[in-house]
């Protein structure tokens, strides 16, 4: 962690309870804990989604992850959502209400609502896209004020992502979010190359060529989708590195994908200029 970073308490996204919940469990509680830059005026928030093939969540594409943004001026805020015996909507649902409840707080936490985007990585990259691609303007009638919140992300970062259940799935992650025979229909509206639109938001994008459990092709899909609907956004692929890097700070090549990324989140507006990475 910086040492200008804050963080504040771990924030259960429905103090109530969330909706669709099994139990009263640590794992029925889906919360956000926020990372906090110290600045002078608001700054951009993204999203945390750890991977973990919607079974669990790793620790090393949590809290790493969001002192890294932090240090770029970044509000880093780890989800974690629902997963196994969780099934889809849970986890979308609950990286929506992320969003909605980053928007919510921007003002105590200093965060500017216009520049709140999501990253996640394997499993977690499946959910990030999925709320980029999936997402509404809030309902203006609903009870709860965070339910009004947009639950758009502003940028997405995918990071060797499962972005399609076609033929080049990550088999597990697929059954542990839609079971264990799901139908063509629900495979394909969660092959989220096929939901791909002008509205998608910007997105950065990396893998490993020989990525063994989450093959490249997820992201060349995904890319070519955003190049169709001319959504602007970068694509590196590395040749080399196994899947689950993380920072990939012990894999020289590959870690160069957070100075890369870095530099995209400042030409998007998203990390300030004196402070990113080159």
């Known amino acids: 962690m910086t040492d200008n970073a804050r963080i504040p308490d771990r924030l259960p996204l429905?103090?109530?309870?969330?909706?669709g919940a099994l139990g009263d469990g640590?794992?029925?509680?889906?919360?956000?804990?926020?990372h906090l830059p110290a600045?002078?005026?608001?700054?951009?928030?993204?999203?945390?989604?750890?991977?973990?093939?919607?079974?669990g969540r790793a620790a090393h594409e949590s809290d790493p992850i969001a002192r890294w943004l932090c240090e770029l001026g970044v509000a880093g805020l780890v989800l974690d959502y629902r997963v196994a015996p969780y099934r889809h909507p849970a986890p979308l649902s609950d990286a929506q209400r992320a969003i909605r409840t980053t928007r919510a707080k921007a003002a105590e936490w200093n965060i500017?609502?216009?520049?709140?985007?999501?990253?996640?990585?394997?499993?977690?990259?499946?959910?990030?896209?999925?709320?980029?691609?999936?997402?509404?303007?809030?309902?203006?009638?609903?009870?709860?004020?965070?339910?009004?919140?947009?639950c758009r992300p502003d940028a997405l970062v995918a990071c060797y992502a499962v972005?399609?259940?076609?033929?080049?799935?990550?088999?597990?992650?697929?059954?542990n979010l839609l079971g264990p025979q799901?139908?063509?229909?629900?495979?394909?509206?969660?092959?989220?190359?096929?939901r791909v639109t002008p509205q998608t938001p910007p997105s950065f994008l990396w893998h490993t060529a020989d990525d063994a459990s989450v093959p490249v092709e997820?992201?060349?899909l995904f890319a070519q989708s955003l190049r169709q609907s001319a959504?602007?956004?970068?694509?590196?692929?590395?040749?080399?590195?196994?899947?689950?890097?993380?920072?990939?700070?012990?894999?020289?090549?590959?870690?160069?994908?957070?100075?890369?990324?870095?530099?995209?989140?400042?030409e998007i507006g998203f990390a300030p200029k004196s402070e990113a990475r080159t």
């Open 14 to 19: 429905w103090p109530q309870g969330a909706p």
């Open 26 to 34: 640590p794992e029925d509680r889906p919360s956000l804990t926020p």
């Open 39 to 55: 600045s002078a005026g608001p700054t951009a928030a993204i999203v945390v989604c750890p991977g973990g093939g919607y079974q």
């Open 112 to 150: 500017d609502p216009r520049r709140v985007g999501i990253l996640g990585f394997s499993a977690g990259g499946h959910l990030a896209a999925s709320a980029a691609t999936i997402f509404d303007d809030g309902d203006p009638d609903a009870a709860d004020p965070v339910d009004r919140l947009p």
């Open 163 to 175: 972005l399609t259940f076609g033929p080049h799935r990550h088999n597990g992650s697929m059954v």
């Open 182 to 194: 799901p139908s063509e229909e629900m495979r394909n509206y969660l092959s989220l190359e096929n």
């Open 218 to 220: 997820n992201s060349l």
């Open 231 to 266: 959504v602007p956004f970068a694509l590196h692929v590395f040749p080399h590195g196994r899947h689950g890097l993380g920072l990939a700070e012990n894999e020289p090549a590959v870690a160069a994908w957070t100075s890369l990324c870095a530099a995209w989140l400042t």
